[in-house]
């Protein structure tokens, strides 16, 4: 006879919990375990160098992990810099940047060298296992020293390693020689930075009883005996017949017939900022080949005083009858450190070929560029930055193509010739030969 094989509740509880021991027993088996995908080096860096997380403005968010530097030298450039110029640490050694980015960059006034037990932050850690390389990049801790420490300053340091080595690699033994450079720290100085600049009490000022005297006032149409009363007796009294000028330390006032008539402020106006009233639309019309060195219109910016420029030039040679180029006299300029992010993107080019065709100059405006002007400002000015536009050179039948970047800088030189400036000054002239 058949048996009734219905399925009832309780064979149901026994098939669920067998399926569900089985499962247990499958995840826990060492083929199970195969399966997981290995933690790689890079995670593991990532876990023991948290970055530091930095804003537009150069100011910490969110500090990372705090190291302390053990070898001194490794170049440090502004945060806002376009390139690096890491060091390199092999063998155990740290090996200093050299060569044409180190050359360059030094010239700029504001690098440093980080020196030994300086406190720095990773902000980038980046394992290339195939290269057999860590780039390591670091930034100065502020806040480690104090206000006067220059910040941001940021830095590299690329680890080498025997091709495939990275690949299975035990990370203690990375770490280790990691920590050869930077090794993991507190900010031991952090907390007396903070002590010092505790809020001290406020002092009570004592005020003088009696209240603040009066001010003098000139009308005009008082006696000069009336001004005198008020204000004393001049500095220096200018007599034109019927008209008298008596001049004191802040105001000269005139009289006529023996009245006041005028009254000016002799404290000298503030110098206005070089090229703070010339209007882009008034330069194109008296100089339209300016506008015409432009893709677009360029915008008009602040350079700020410390800012560094350069322009690639020719020399005067006489005897070849080759002419030079002006220094302050020329409107045109460089940065400094987009120069050199330029000529480092094309180091496989001689750097006159890269500066002619990337500012498009043809030969009739600069015959060789065979010199080199840095210039670093000691005032504000205003300048025109923009890209170079393509520019044809008849004579070579070349048209250079342009793209780099540009400044339109009028009015710098403070004399006839040229020679100086009062709102710069020549920091460095050199051949172009020199950076290569």
């Excluded at 804003?55 to 450039?77: H, M, R, S, W």
């Excluded at 440093?112 to 902000?123: A, E, L, M, S």
């Excluded at 690329?158 to 990375?174: C, Q």
């Excluded at 560094?308 to 400094?336: A, H, Q, V, Y």
């Amino acid at each position: 006879m058949r048996q009734n094989s219905a399925i009832t509740p309780v064979s149901l509880l026994i098939v669920f919990t067998n399926i569900v021991l089985l499962n247990i027993a499958w995840l826990s088996s060492p083929a199970s375990a195969q399966t997981a995908a290995p933690v790689s080096l890079q995670e593991q860096l990532n876990a023991m160098y948290r970055v530091v997380k930095i804003g537009p403005d150069g100011d910490v968010n969110a500090p990372g992990t705090l190291l302390a530097v053990q070898k001194a030298g490794v170049l440090a450039l502004p945060w806002k810099s376009h390139i690096m110029c890491p060091s390199k640490f092999k063998d155990n050694a740290l090996h200093l940047s050299t060569g044409l980015c180190a050359g360059m960059m030094t010239s700029y006034t504001g690098y440093i060298y980080f020196k030994k037990d300086g406190k720095v932050y990773p902000t980038k850690v980046e394992v290339n296992a195939g290269k057999g390389k860590i780039s390591f990049q670091i930034v100065n801790c502020r806040s480690c020293y104090g206000n006067d420490s220059p910040f941001p300053m940021k830095g590299e340091v690329v680890f080498e390693f025997p091709k495939g080595y990275l690949e299975k690699a035990d990370p203690s033994e990375v770490e280790n020689t990691i920590g050869q450079m930077f090794l993991v720290t507190t900010d031991d100085v952090k907390q007396a930075q903070n002590d010092e600049q505790q809020p001290q009490p406020e002092q009570q000022v004592e005020q003088p009883q009696g209240g603040q005297p009066d001010p003098q006032t000139i009308q005009l149409g008082q006696t000069t005996d009336e001004v005198q009363a008020a204000l004393g007796k001049p500095e220096k009294i200018v007599n034109l017949g019927p008209k008298q000028i008596y001049v004191y330390k802040d105001l000269k006032i005139t009289f006529l017939n023996g009245k006041v008539s005028d009254v000016s402020d002799t404290v000298p106006r503030m110098a206005t900022i070089l090229n703070e009233d010339l209007d882009w639309r008034r330069i194109v019309a008296d100089y339209p080949d300016v506008g015409r060195a432009f893709r677009g219109t360029p915008e008009r910016k602040l350079v700020q005083p410390r800012g560094m420029l350069c322009r690639f030039i020719t020399t005067e040679s006489k005897k070849k009858g080759i002419r030079g180029n002006e220094i302050f006299k020329s409107p045109w300029w460089m940065d400094w450190a987009a120069t050199i992010a330029m000529v480092t993107r094309f180091k496989a080019a001689r750097v006159t070929d890269v500066i002619r065709a990337r500012m498009a100059v043809p030969k009739a405006f600069s015959q060789e560029l065979d010199s080199l002007a840095q210039i670093i400002l000691t005032k504000p000015v205003y300048a025109w930055k923009g890209i170079a536009r393509h520019q044809n050179d008849g004579a070579q039948g070349i048209t250079y193509i342009g793209g780099g970047e540009q400044y339109y800088l009028p009015n710098l030189a403070s004399d006839a010739n040229g020679l100086s400036s009062s709102v710069a000054y020549l920091h460095c002239f050199t051949s172009v030969d020199s950076l290569s």
